[in-house]
């Protein structure tokens, strides 16, 4: 269809430079997508603020919320549904989403994570912990994953990886901060790819 432009859904968790980059990155590039809304975990946090000042309806669901985990993962698909969702980017999502979701959205959600997939990823690799761990192993190189979401954590195909070199003096926080920069090209790129087929 003609002018069509594809729904995006953006999970987050935190800050949310991520789902900045990666709104600023669709105007900038004329990306035929839009975001559809943010979902997040937390009632407050940078990404809920970013999608409300930017007119993107932001949306609170937690697990807390709910007695069930099968009515938690009936209502993150009910909203996805109701807000005609056709892909779900992870940017900074600290939880792991319902099998069912997965499931409904087979190859439409891709995750970004900071380091080289298949190394540093699995439960409790986030964040901090991840560059933490990248150090004590002593690698002299790191970077970012964009990869398709499965029912594994961090296991499904790899769409775009970019390295970054680790510097002798390096701690979690620089790492982390060096890692990040490379994620706000790294992700824009990879959505260019999914949605266009080129990177840039
Ligand atoms: C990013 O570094 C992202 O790769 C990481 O959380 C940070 C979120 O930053 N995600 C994970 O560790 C997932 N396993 P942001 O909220 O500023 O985008």
């Known amino acids: 269809m003609a002018n069509h432009k594809t729904r995006l859904a953006v999970f987050c968790s935190g800050t949310g430079s991520n789902f900045q980059s990666l709104f600023h990155a669709i105007e900038e590039r ?5 975001f559809a809304l943010c979902l997040s975990n937390r009632s407050e946090c940078g990404a809920i ?11 609170h669901l937690s697990e807390k919320q709910y007695e069930t985990h099968e009515a938690f993962s009936s209502a993150m698909l009910k909203t996805l549904e109701e807000h005609d969702v056709d ?14 979701v997965v499931d409904a959205y087979t190859y439409r959600i891709l995750n970004i994570h900071p380091a080289l997939l298949p190394d540093f990823g699995g439960e409790g690799m986030y964040g901090i912990n991840v560059h933490k761990a990248v150090l004590e192993a002593g690698c002299k190189e790191s970077g970012a994953t964009v990869h398709y979401v499965d029912p594994e954590y961090d296991k499904g195909p790899v769409l775009l990886q970019k390295k970054v070199p680790v510097m002798p003096d390096d701690t979690p926080e620089s790492l982390a901060a060096r890692v990040l920069e490379c ?11 999914l949605l266009v087929g080129n990177e840039s």
């Open 30 to 34: 004329r990306l035929p997508a839009e």
């Open 49 to 59: 603020v970013f999608a409300r000042q930017h007119g993107i309806p932001a949306i």
């Open 87 to 100: 892909y779900i980017l992870l940017a900074g999502y600290l939880r792991k989403v319902p099998e069912t």
């Open 183 to 193: 994620e706000h090209k790294l992700y824009p790129d990879a959505l260019e790819k």
